[in-house]
């Protein structure tokens, strides 16, 4: 079965430098969210997306903003990067139809 | 506001031994709760969700309501369930997940 794709799979930055993460949900999940997890650390709520439009908002900087587009697919576009923004990215979907959602790989980012 | 509570840091435990990952809520309503586990910084992958009532890989979890809690169970441990165990709680509708602070479980032989 199709998962969350996401893309890309690491990522080295130096600081003061933008990146952008992409995420392409399982096929009819119509909501997005995007977690940050830092190094030993649990994954912290970033922000997700219903519909195209914003659903919830949680500990994402004002360096970062996201979008999801008409196919659903969602943009993370980090901005200034900073050594603390390294981690590992996660990108999850859920569907109209259940309460359970699902997870990418993750896309791992460095700032050098 | 929601919270979860996963008290221990690291459970370290030897094959064939049972396991119990404790896990407590905080949540005002009706929540979903779940289990993830993540294996060497891979992905999170659904281990239960407690309206399922479903066993995978032998581990169980009931919700109490009146502990507010979670736990996740397997009877006989077995190496290859070293991981970090996520516990996860839902609200209501289209809410998001918010997670614990997670257990290391390991699992020698």
């Known amino acids: 079965a199709a998962g969350v794709i996401q893309s890309p799979r690491h990522l080295i930055k130096e600081k003061r430098e933008t990146a952008t993460l992409k995420c392409y949900p399982i096929p009819r999940h119509d909501t997005v969210y995007w977690y940050q997890q830092g190094p030993g650390q649990d994954p912290q709520f970033l922000i997700s997306f219903y519909e195209k439009m914003q659903s919830d908002k949680g500990s994402i900087p004002d360096r970062f903003s996201a979008q999801q587009f008409s196919d659903y697919h969602s943009e993370l576009n980090m901005s200034s990067l900073e050594l603390g923004d390294s981690a590992l990215y996660f990108c999850?979907?859920?569907?109209?139809?259940?309460?359970?959602?699902?997870f990418g790989e993750g896309s791992w980012l460095t700032v050098v | 506001a929601q919270r979860v509570t996963q008290p221990e840091k690291l459970l370290s435990v030897f094959k064939g031994a049972p396991v119990e990952l404790k896990c407590n809520y905080s949540y005002s309503g009706s929540p979903e709760l779940f289990w993830y586990v993540q294996y060497s910084r891979q992905r999170l992958q659904l281990l239960l969700r407690?309206?399922s009532r479903e066993s995978i890989k032998g581990f169980t979890a009931d919700l109490n309501k009146g502990e507010t809690s979670f736990h996740l169970k397997k009877p006989f441990a077995q190496e290859e369930d070293s991981a970090m165990y996520y516990c996860a709680l839902s609200g209501t509708g289209y809410s998001t997940l918010t997670f614990g602070k997670g257990t290391m479980l390991l699992v020698s032989p």
């Open positions: 999850a979907s859920r569907g109209a139809s259940g309460n359970t959602i699902y």
């Open positions: 407690h309206i």
